[in-house]
């Protein structure tokens, strides 16, 4: 019965604020004396037909006429009655009614009555389980559901009003009769509804739902909020008589419809960006002047760096976690409520109502703030207590921003212009707002987190400033598809080789994001140390290959048949001293060649397998590349398009490419932005090497017997070497470098020939000037020497040791018909 009760009060309100209601102005004798034109549109009588005779005369059944008769001497109804009734038409049919009659009280003493009749068919249906009859009983209207019924004269004076109307405005009703509303409640709000009346007066025509605010006296503050309609009342003659205001408390429907609307702006206009101060902001912006007229957002600094809020934030051994503005708003231009500006640090006072929050993690509601001498602002925070009293800040509220458990900041919501306090409900709409906020800031702050470790990682993944040495100029353009982490499966690298030669890497992993840069990652490593064994393209491959296979096992070593980690890579090694490129592919695209013409083509390389799946061995093949050449090397992503063919976008890249006016930047800028599909579909890769070449005079080399007595000779003419090149300071080093490379490389050779030597085996010499100063040592056999501790009693292996004491670094590696070592002496900087 409970909810039939409610839905019934909830039917009498609408009908009341949609419903035209016809309404008549009784005497204490029952006699109509006032009639309004909705009355006569009811029942087709006019005033002058109807005022002057009783209302009795109206009502159809004489049971209806005895119970209104009942109902206005029981003093128990406190002059309230509602009910079913039928009323009779001018044209004789009977037409079912709901009246609601009240009381009201005059100047005179008497009471008169008002009475509102709506046309059933026009009211909402009542609830199906209930009866009439029982809701009636229990829920007489005008008692359960408070209306207000004024009636004013032609100059707008107050003659006639039920208790209702007091208790909802607040006027006293010797204050309100015999008075304008603009004497009784003077302000802007009466002046605004006696004009309504005015209006209503002169036309005739009712006013409808007009909402004001309770005209309470100036010293109380209010939020009441009642809806009035207004009907012109007219006499016997046909003449105005006065007005009747009708008038219904709709504070709370109000209410609700307004924080469903600020809801529903927060669903859109709060959380656009992945922005934490962003997010604050929009926060903020919203709350004002929807809720309050000035509002900061202040997020602990961990949440805007990405990192993970406290489990529990608040004074942690005497300290105050550090705070930042991240949102701020107000009615006025410039916010100057605030100390501070968005993004400057913010103190927070020790003990204060935000260290309240913080400890609690419970809102601070204080309707009514308290400025009087002697309180936290006065004692901790005098600058703030200044800006709240230089500006009227007179209610407050501070609400946790919560998410997973954790509290990331503060939301402050205070009003200054609005004379009204925070309610429950304020607080109840605020916390809903700052729970939304605190999701799209969690969100926020998560993704920050994760684009930080991306963009780490990226860095860890890829060059820091790639450079071609003496061998080439390089120009590089990386474009991930997953734009928001900034990293994706593509990589490039240029290695540096011995003998001034380098490594230039191209590859893909399939995938993006983060999984897919974690995998090459593993892949670029893995590269890197074969690209430093100094091992062919083919075998560099063929080595990564089988580290992928390894790889993808030990996802799953259970069901490595159904793991895979599909991956392609282009492997190049250029030498400046000859010219020549060794390039060996992995399923890769081939790499373009630009000559220093400007003509473009794609050289014929054997495909191989991607990697990780274990097919056809690897090739290798060798070009010689014209000095000035460009080599292009590039990811799928470049040259893809889902409506065309592989060549297609082949062809597009070989005619941005044949651009020999750019410079080698400007060119990859241009073929990136030329090619690239928009929006993204894939990561994109293009990495650019200008060929060079070493002159003659850069490089020395010479042939010598597998003879031990040929060292002294070579020592002569290294030495000689240096002291053309101005590197006398190396003489010395240098000589000994060389005696230990090629007496170890003689010892080798003729021990490797077991007693059949041939008198024609030789042992190469040769010296590179470049960035280092590098001494290579050529021998036909394939054994590499290791360097050994030796111990104090041994004759030999102090050779490598010396060598690795005196050079920056040394090594092997395989060459067709022998070995070669080497060692690097670094040159100062003006060699």
């Known amino acids: 019965m409970g909810s039939s009760a409610e839905t019934a009060v909830s039917d009498a ?47 159809v059944a004489a049971e209806d006429r005895v ?3 009942q109902a206005a001497q029981k003093s128990t109804l406190g002059g309230r009655w509602s009910d079913l009734a039928q009323v009779r038409h001018r044209d004789g049919r009977s037409i079912d009614v709901r009246l609601c009659v009240s009381s009201l009280s005059g100047q005179d003493g008497r009471d008169w009555w008002v009475v509102c009749a709506t046309d059933k068919a026009l009211l909402p249906a009542w609830p199906a389980e209930a009866t009439v009859e029982p809701l009636l009983a229990t829920l007489p209207l005008p008692s359960r559901l408070p209306i207000g019924v004024v009636i004013r004269d032609t100059h707008l004076r107050c003659i006639r009003v039920n208790d209702t109307q007091g208790s909802k405005d607040g006027i006293p009703l010797p204050q309100r009769l015999g008075r304008r509303l603009t004497e009784a409640a003077p302000g802007t709000g009466a002046e605004a509804l006696e004009a309504v009346m005015h209006q209503v007066l002169e036309s005739g025509d009712p006013a409808m739902d007009v909402d004001y605010q309770a005209l309470q006296p100036a010293n109380v503050r209010s939020n009441r909020i009642l809806t009035a309609s207004f009907f012109r009342l007219d006499d016997a003659q046909g003449r105005a008589l006065g007005v009747c205001s009708v008038s219904v408390d709709v504070t709370d429907s109000r209410r609700a419809r307004e924080r469903l609307a600020i809801l529903g702006e927060a669903s859109r206009r709060i959380g656009t960006t992945l922005d934490v101060m962003q997010t604050a902001q929009e926060l903020a ?4 002047p929807f809720l309050a007229d000035y509002t900061t957002v202040d997020l602990a600094e961990s949440v805007q760096l990405g990192e993970e809020p406290l489990t529990h934030l608040g004074p942690q051994d005497g300290r105050i976690p550090a705070f930042r503005r991240a949102g701020l708003a107000s009615i006025h231009p410039g916010t100057p409520e605030s100390l501070f500006a968005r993004g400057e640090p913010v103190f927070v006072p020790p003990t204060s109502p935000f260290t309240g929050v913080l400890r609690s993690g419970k809102s601070h509601f204080e309707p009514m703030l308290d400025t009087s001498p002697g309180t936290w602002l006065d004692h901790h925070d005098p600058a703030r207590a200044e800006k709240i009293r230089e500006h009227d800040m007179h209610s407050l509220m501070v609400v946790p921003i919560h998410a997973r458990g954790a509290v990331l900041g503060v939301a402050v919501f205070v009003r200054t212009k609005d004379p009204r306090p925070f309610e429950k409900d304020d607080l109840l709409l605020a916390e809903e707002l700052v729970s939304w906020a605190a999701l799209a800031l969690d969100n926020a702050r998560r993704y920050a987190r994760e684009r930080s470790a991306a963009l780490a990682l990226q860095r860890l993944l890829h060059p820091h400033r790639p450079t071609g040495g003496s061998a080439v100029d390089v120009a590089w353009r990386y474009l991930p598809a997953d734009s928001h982490h900034g990293i994706g499966g593509d990589w490039f690298d240029v290695i540096p080789l011995s003998g001034a030669r380098l490594a230039l890497v191209v590859g893909d992993v399939v995938g993006h994001g983060i999984n897919a840069a974690a995998k090459m990652g593993q892949l670029r490593t893995a590269m890197r140390t074969l690209a430093g064994m100094d091992m062919s393209p083919d075998e560099v491959l063929s080595r990564l290959d089988e580290q992928v296979i390894r790889l993808t096992e030990a996802d799953d070593p259970r069901h490595p048949a159904t793991t895979t980690m599909a991956a392609t890579c282009l492997y190049a090694v250029y030498d400046p001293v000859t010219r020549t490129c060794t390039m060996a ?3 890769h695209p081939p790499p373009a060649i630009i000559d220093p013409y400007g003509h473009v083509s794609f050289p014929d390389l054997p495909t191989g397998a991607p990697l990780g799946l274990g097919l056809v061995p690897f090739e290798s093949a060798t070009l010689e590349l014209a000095e000035g050449s460009v080599l292009a090397l590039y990811t799928d992503g470049l040259i893809e398009a889902r409506d065309q063919d592989i060549s297609a976008g082949m062809n597009r890249l070989s005619a941005a490419l044949a651009r020999p006016d750019l410079t080698l930047d400007d060119l990859c800028s241009s073929t990136v932005d030329t090619l690239r599909a928009k929006p993204p579909s894939d990561d994109v890769t293009l990495l650019l090497a200008r060929t060079r070449s070493l002159s003659a005079d850069q490089v020395a080399s010479w042939q010598f017997p597998s003879d031990p007595a040929v060292v002294s000779r070579a020592r002569a003419l290294a030495a000689r070497q240096l002291t053309q090149w101005g590197l006398e300071h190396l003489v010395e080093s240098t000589e000994l470098i060389v005696s230990e490379l090629l007496t170890n490389a003689i010892i080798h050779s003729n021990g490797d020939c077991n007693g059949d030597c041939n008198s024609d085996r030789t042992i190469g010499l040769r010296l590179i000037r470049h960035e280092m100063l590098t001494c290579e040592v050529f021998d036909a056999t394939h054994s590499h020497p290791l360097v050994r501790r030796p111990r104090t009693t041994d004759e030999h292996g102090r050779g490598l040791f010396l060598v690795t004491q005196l050079s920056r670094r040394w090594g092997t590696r395989d060459v067709p018909d022998g070995k070669l070592i080497w060692a690097d002496q670094q040159l100062p900087p003006s060699a």
């Open 285 to 288: 912006a919203l709350a004002v």
């Open 585 to 587: 592919r992995a399923g």
């Open 13 to 59: 309100q609408t009908a009341i604020g949609t419903v035209c209601p016809a309404i008549a102005l009784l005497d204490v004798q029952g006699t109509v004396v006032g009639w309004s034109q909705a009355a006569q549109r009811l029942v087709g009588y006019s005033a002058v037909e109807v005022v002057g005779r009783s209302a009795d005369v109206l009502l």
């Open 67 to 69: 119970k209104a008769s």
